[in-house]
């Protein structure tokens, strides 16, 4: 049984395969298209997909997409008729219903196929329902809370429920116009981060802040006794004039979601090349403050309606790292599970397994323990590549060390003389972080390192922090927390005595967006890592992801091009090392 799951017409569109119930292979449009947050329809994705599950479209049984444009009819039409939205919100909404009716259409297109040759049915899941698969579904757990929270899809900007064996029973939703992730969205455009997928900056920036404005938040957010929240729609125009998104050429983009009212209440929006002022700074303290504030108000009120000590999350709220760290702290839930794509692009992996499980009433078979589900290349491949190069690479030792053992030692060696090594191995990883295949990485204990990452390759605000790498067995030598975090998607502080060891990954506020490494799931970057251990002592590495301001490399020649246009030391893809000239 082949289900192709799809993310279409969206931010991170993507596209996973599901044989049997097992994933084989999922990957997000933006690593092929090199257009970051890519929206449309995924069809290179699908092509990879296909590829590496060595089936054909013809083989296709379900195609599950996270999007049901039928989902709440009388709610939208009882919207339309109150509220009067502008025509052009209505268009554009029933322009993109369209399209997610036109799949089966769209994919032959693409594909350059006979639509009759699609024999496959098609599924729209409703996005949020898509959203709580994706997380419950693959999680370790028989029985979880599940909470989704985002900006809006079909209708909803939240959902809860619980999910047990094969089924997940949603117990309510908080309907348009009220939203956490859209008041999250506002804020980030309102602090100069107009570009989609920007508000992760802001949780960075709110670390320097203090929330001296929560009060004021909370005449934007208000709390109601059974756990939900609604938005003061004066300070908003999505529900009025509405908020577009478009994709130029691929790239998404969103309209403004504040209105005029919000910088009469809190003062002048900053613009986008403006200084970052401490007034700036304590206004996202206060949002992060406040979002917490309504998260955990719904967390806790979910605890209570469903007694179970397990919770999944989903939604692009889900990549919220600072609130999730503080959920053993702050609710009674003892045991979390969120998967690596948890925003947008992780809707193409819960419609399919909504599908194989609530729809075709399928036995659970798999978890989700890993990310590596994209593209891999061969040596051979790389070799190839590397010969094409071989002017470009006039000035670079190129050497072969086949040895696994030797290969993580020599790497190691460079990390600890101060080297920025670019770590390019394996099936690249699903999500938005670079989880150890697809990685730069360099000497945490370096306390300058952060600027050298910024000055010579990363280019990003100083204020946005690099996370650690750490050996699974050693997280609480290092954190407070010793809690499992395989997908890089938790804050947890940094234990005093250690942030002076490894003061390139401890942010401002002596935090730490930790990533443990089990052997077991990358068993070469956990050698990396403990033959950096075996050199320092210290069992920690800095990872950030291989790119410069773009997707993350997925080819080896991206992995080349980004080398070749940066000030990276060292190169390490699959067994060859390339060293610049007089380094090394």
């Known amino acids: 049984m082949v289900i192709l799951g799809l993310n279409a017409y969206h931010g991170d569109s993507s596209a996973c395969i599901v044989i049997d119930g097992q994933l084989v292979a999922a990957a997000e449009e933006e690593r092929f298209r090199r257009i970051k947050h890519w929206a449309g329809f995924p069809s290179e994705a699908i092509k990879y997909c296909l590829k590496e599950a060595g089936v054909t479209v013809e083989d296709i049984d379900h195609i599950a997409v996270n999007r049901n444009p039928s989902a709440h009819l009388l709610r939208k039409a009882?919207?339309?008729?109150?509220?009067?939205?502008?025509?052009?919100?209505?268009?554009?909404?029933?322009?993109?219903?369209?399209?997610?009716?036109?799949?089966?259409?769209?994919?032959?297109?693409?594909?350059?196929?006979?639509?009759?040759?699609?024999?496959?049915?098609?599924?729209?899941?409703?996005?949020?329902?898509?959203?709580?698969?994706?997380?419950?579904?693959?999680?370790?757990?028989?029985?979880?809370?599940?909470?989704?929270?985002?900006?809006?899809?079909?209708?909803?900007?939240?959902?809860?429920g619980i999910g047990q064996g094969e089924r997940i029973e949603v117990r309510d939703r908080i309907f348009f116009p009220h939203s956490l992730g859209l008041f999250y969205l506002s804020l980030t455009q309102y602090l100069g981060f107009p570009k989609y997928g920007d508000e992760y900056k802001v949780m960075g920036l709110a670390s320097y802040g203090k929330p001296i404005y929560l009060n004021k938040m909370r005449q934007i957010v208000r709390l109601d006794s059974d756990g939900r929240f609604r938005l003061n729609l004066e300070y908003f125009?999505?529900?009025?004039?509405?908020?577009?998104?478009?994709?130029?050429?691929?790239?998404?983009?969103?309209?403004?979601?504040?209105?005029?009212?919000m910088e009469e209440f809190l003062g002048p929006a900053r613009k986008k090349d403006e200084p970052i002022t401490e007034e700036y700074e304590n206004i996202a303290s206060s949002l992060q403050a406040m979002y917490e504030e309504a998260f955990f108000h719904l967390l806790n009120y979910v605890y209570e309606?469903?007694?179970?000590?397990?919770?999944?999350?989903?939604g692009g709220c889900a990549m919220n790292s600072v609130a999730?760290?503080?959920?053993?702290?702050?609710?009674?839930?003892?045991?979390?599970?969120?998967?690596?794509?948890?925003?947008?692009?992780?809707?193409?992996?819960?419609?399919?397994?909504?599908?194989?499980?609530?729809?075709?009433?399928?036995?659970?078979?798999?978890?989700?323990?890993?990310?590596?589900?994209?593209?891999?290349?061969?040596?051979?491949?790389?070799?190839?590549?590397?010969?094409l190069r071989e002017l470009e690479l006039k000035g670079c030792k190129v050497e072969k060390i086949e040895d696994k053992e030797k290969l993580c030692r020599r790497t190691a060696e460079e990390i600890v003389n101060g080297k920025v090594v670019g770590w390019?191995?394996?099936?690249?990883?699903?999500?938005p972080r670079a989880l150890g295949n697809r990685s730069i990485v360099v000497d945490p204990?370096?306390?300058?390192?952060?600027?050298?990452?910024?000055?010579?390759?990363?280019?990003?605000?100083?204020?946005?922090?690099?996370?650690?790498?750490?050996?699974?067995?050693?997280?609480?030598?290092?954190?407070?927390?010793?809690?499992?975090?395989?997908?890089?998607?938790?804050?947890?502080?940094?234990?005093?005595?250690?942030?002076?060891?490894?003061?390139?990954?401890?942010?401002?506020?002596?935090?730490?967006?930790?990533?443990?490494?089990?052997?077991?799931?990358?068993?070469?970057?956990?050698?990396?890592?403990?033959?950096f251990e075996n050199l320092t002592g210290v069992p920690v590495v800095l990872n950030t992801s291989f790119n410069e301001n773009e997707p993350i490399v997925c080819t080896p020649k991206e992995?080349?091009?980004?080398?070749?246009?940066?000030?990276?030391?060292?190169?390490?893809?699959?067994?060859?090392?390339?060293?610049?000239?007089?380094?090394?």
């Open 559 to 584: 992995a080349l091009d980004c080398f070749l246009r940066t000030k990276m030391d060292v190169l390490v893809l699959g067994s060859y090392v390339v060293t610049r000239s007089g380094k090394g």
């Open 305 to 314: 309606q469903t007694k179970t000590p397990a919770i999944c999350l989903a």
């Open 424 to 431: 390019f191995q394996g099936r690249m990883e699903w999500g």
């Open 237 to 261: 125009i999505h529900h009025s004039e509405g908020v577009t998104m478009t994709w130029d050429a691929g790239e998404p983009r969103m309209g403004p979601v504040y209105s005029s009212k």
């Open 78 to 160: 009882l919207f339309t008729l109150s509220k009067h939205p502008s025509l052009n919100l209505i268009k554009d909404r029933l322009k993109n219903a369209s399209r997610v009716r036109d799949i089966k259409e769209t994919l032959a297109q693409e594909l350059e196929i006979e639509v009759k040759s699609i024999k496959a049915r098609v599924y729209n899941v409703e996005h949020h329902i898509a959203h709580l698969a994706s997380t419950f579904f693959v999680s370790p757990f028989e029985k979880a809370a599940v909470v989704s929270i985002d900006g809006f899809g079909d209708f909803v900007g939240a959902m809860w």
């Open 324 to 387: 999730n760290g503080k959920i053993f702290d702050r609710t009674p839930f003892q045991e979390v599970y969120i998967q690596a794509a948890a925003g947008d692009a992780g809707g193409a992996l819960g419609a399919a397994y909504y599908v194989w499980h609530q729809v075709l009433n399928k036995p659970r078979k798999f978890v989700m323990e890993h990310v590596y589900w994209g593209p891999e290349f061969s040596e051979a491949e790389i070799n190839q590549e590397l010969t």
């Open 445 to 531: 204990r370096r306390e300058g390192m952060k600027d050298v990452l910024n000055a010579r390759i990363k280019r990003r605000e100083p204020f946005r922090p690099f996370a650690p790498s750490i050996l699974l067995e050693k997280t609480g030598e290092y954190f407070e927390k010793d809690y499992p975090d395989p997908f890089m998607i938790k804050v947890y502080p940094i234990k005093p005595e250690k942030r002076a060891v490894i003061p390139a990954v401890t942010h401002v506020d002596g935090t730490g967006r930790l990533q443990t490494v089990r052997r077991e799931d990358n068993p070469l970057y956990w050698q990396l890592i403990k033959e």
